[in-house]
């Protein structure tokens, strides 16, 4: 059964730090490439990184140079460490396996964990 599991959100001030993890299970996970994905209060999804098996990075526009997602193959675990982090960044923050041959399709996606940026 694949499980994808986060945690690290919580409540930070404007200008803070968070890393979020995703440990993952149920798949091979050294292979398989893997997305951090956000839904604000009100809004769609939105893409926000993507980290393959080969270890290339992706980032939406509104997150580089802020934001950094890497992975340990060791202990089946992806992060997302946020930095300078902005009231705009608040959301829901999910994990998802990328579907294999596409950019944007997902085939699971975790429970995810709540990021909220507020003095």
């Known amino acids: 059964e694949v499980q994808l599991v986060e945690s690290g959100g919580g409540l930070v001030q404007p200008g803070g730090s968070l890393r979020l993890s995703c440990a993952a299970s149920?798949?091979?996970?050294?292979?398989?490439?893997m997305s951090w994905v956000r839904q604000a209060p009100g809004k769609g999804r939105e893409w926000v990184s993507t980290?393959?098996?080969?270890?290339?990075?992706y980032y939406t526009g509104s997150v580089k140079g802020r934001f950094t997602i890497s992975r340990d193959n060791a202990k089946n675990t992806v992060y997302l460490q946020m930095n300078s982090l902005k009231p705009e960044d608040t959301a829901h923050y999910y994990c998802?396996?990328?579907?294999?041959?596409?950019?944007?399709?997902?085939?699971?996606w975790g429970q995810g964990t709540q990021v909220t940026v507020s003095s």
């Open positions: 980290i393959y098996s080969d270890g290339r990075t």
């Open positions: 149920g798949f091979t996970f050294s292979s398989s490439a």
């Open positions: 998802a396996i990328v579907r294999a041959g596409s950019l944007n399709e997902y085939d699971y």
